[in-house]
């Protein structure tokens, strides 16, 4: 039996807004500064009545650089879980110096929830807003979908199957490929 299909989202600047200074991108603080994006709950609804997964897989580096509680992030994803039809969060909390194998754009948080849902990541796709989530969608086996912001900083070296300006569009992009 084939594994289920999923639609993999990064956190912040696809689901929630991120907060950008200096034109980065950087995640809420707290549950009071979590702002989801309007077109989320639509967007999101009508891939789950398509048969997705949806799974958010999301770095917050914040927490190992001191600059963010675990607490913080749980909350925010309480809140999220509570507000959109989410089936699971998988978090990486490290710095790039770990050198692990869960913080995007290497592939492991989409590894770990395809074992754990028994996803077939070649019949999934991943959402993102940042190089990290292209390539980690990438090198997982996974359709990438890049949310393009234009934020200031480097491009993905993989190309993203669809670019697009909005959840709405990566989601309807998605809908419109089954």
């Not at 927490?63 to 879980?81: D, F, K, P, S």
Request: net charge negative; charged share 25%.
């Amino acid at each position: 039996m084939p594994g289920k299909r999923a639609v993999f989202l990064d956190r912040d600047g696809v689901i929630n807004q991120a907060v950008v200074r200096d034109g980065k991108p950087y995640p809420p603080a707290t549950v009071d500064e979590l702002v989801i994006v309007p077109e989320a709950r639509g967007s999101l609804d009508d891939l789950k009545h398509a048969g997705f997964m949806l799974i958010v897989v999301t770095n917050q580096p914040d927490v190992a650089r001191g600059l963010q509680t675990l607490g913080a992030v749980e909350a925010i994803h309480t809140a999220l879980r509570q507000a959109l039809p989410l089936d699971d969060f998988f978090l990486c909390i490290h710095d790039d110096s770990a050198h692990c194998d869960c913080r995007k754009p290497q592939p492991g948080l989409l590894f770990e929830a395809s074992r754990k849902h028994n996803v077939d990541l070649s019949r999934s796709f991943m959402i993102g807003d940042r190089w990290r989530d292209v390539e980690a969608g990438a090198n997982a086996g996974c359709a990438t979908v890049w949310i393009d912001y234009g934020y200031r900083e480097r491009q993905s070296s993989v190309e993203p199957l669809a670019t697009v300006n909005s959840l709405r569009a990566a989601a309807d992009w998605i809908l419109a490929q089954h």
